[in-house]
């Protein structure tokens, strides 16, 4: 019955995460995030400003704050170990692209949509750019810990090195997309983009690679 009680508060907390991050990214795209204070998103979500640094400690993890670590973190630990480091890393972040968009020719999901909105913010203001670094560095610290290998100093150098650069390449993926107002295909750009910097052994086994 505990682990139940547990379970049942973590999806509340969760379900109340995405709410006020839904009305955040809301009215950041309609009023302008400098426009928009914290107290705004509480009244949007019908909470207390409290409850919003409860979830979101600043204004900018209101846009920042995902599970995408988690998503990559997840594909990785289950990846061939004997694949390159490269291999490993590009094929969890196409995949996880995929998921959070729907997938190749379905058209936009809700969460791929949302993931649109707020890269398109974190694109447009100054004080999301900033912090999106420090998401970077803790998406890249995620990929590492999955990689499995914290023993070896060489082999922890390699792997955030090869996490680094492969996160430079989705990054540019992702620019061009929300460009590209979210039309081009998201994994297949991430799939160009680590091509581009790797070549094509990047992602050869990728089964629907174009």
Known sequence: MPDQQSTLRAQRRAETQRAIQAHAVRLFTE??????????????AGVSPMTVYRHFPTK??????????????DRIAASPANQPLVRRIGGALI????????????GLSASGQFLLARL???ISTP?????????????????????GDDTDPDAVFHAHAAAS?????????LVRWAEDDGLSELPDL??????AAFGDDAVRDRPDAR
């Open 190 to 195: 991430v799939a160009k983009a680590l091509t």
């Open 31 to 44: 009023r302008g995030y400098d426009a928009t204070t914290v107290n705004d998103v509480a009244e949007a």
């Open 60 to 73: 900018e993890d209101l846009v920042l704050i995902d599970q995408h670590a988690q998503l990559v973190a």
């Open 165 to 173: 650069a492969c996160l430079a390449a989705m990054h540019t993926a």
């Open 95 to 106: 995949e996880s692209t995929a998921a959070l968009t729907g997938g190749r020719g379905d």
């Open 120 to 122: 398109r913010l974190m």
């Open 127 to 147: 004080a999301l750019r900033a912090k999106h670094l420090d998401n970077n560095y803790a998406l890249q610290q995620a990929i590492v810990t999955a990689l």
